[in-house]
């Protein structure tokens, strides 16, 4: 399976756009799932409307009967949504390889092009 492949095997919609799960980011990062949580708590001011879903109780109890948890484990806090725009803005702030390398393959499967992504990085870092 591609990279690309991976990441659009991972986008839902949820209220009308399309998402990334943060645990599903976490693996396509390459990170775990608290240092995407991290990311978010430590730099609010990044992740403006928009960027990021909170999921209610029944968006989360509907999305968890369709992913594979355990009964003695898994996820069972609410989880964050990533719109396309967040995911870059996380790529930015953890500054891996990985990070960057999948938005880039987030790019050839989404939306957003190249440039605009350049722009929001370069505006970002300033």
């Known amino acids: 399976m591609t990279e690309i492949n991976k990441v659009e095997n991972k986008i839902i919609t ?5 998402i990334i799960l943060d645990s599903d980011v976490a693996e396509l990062y390459n990170v775990e799932t608290k240092h995407i949580n991290q990311a978010v708590a430590n730099n609010p001011d990044k992740f403006i409307d928009g960027y ?3 999921l209610n109780k029944n968006e989360w109890s509907n999305l968890k009967s369709k992913i594979l948890t355990s009964s003695w484990g ?3 806090k609410l ?3 990533f719109t396309e725009k ?3 803005m996380l790529a930015i702030i ?3 390889k990985r990070a960057t390398e999948t938005a880039k393959d987030l790019l050839d499967a ?3 092009t190249k440039q605009e992504f350049e ?6 870092l300033a």
């Open 94 to 96: 953890l500054k891996s």
């Open 79 to 81: 989880s964050k949504a």
């Open 110 to 112: 989404g939306t957003l």
């Open 74 to 76: 898994g996820k069972n």
């Open 14 to 18: 949820l209220r009308n756009q399309h």
């Open 52 to 54: 990021i879903i909170e």
């Open 119 to 124: 722009k929001l990085k370069q505006k970002l």
């Open 86 to 88: 967040g995911l870059y």
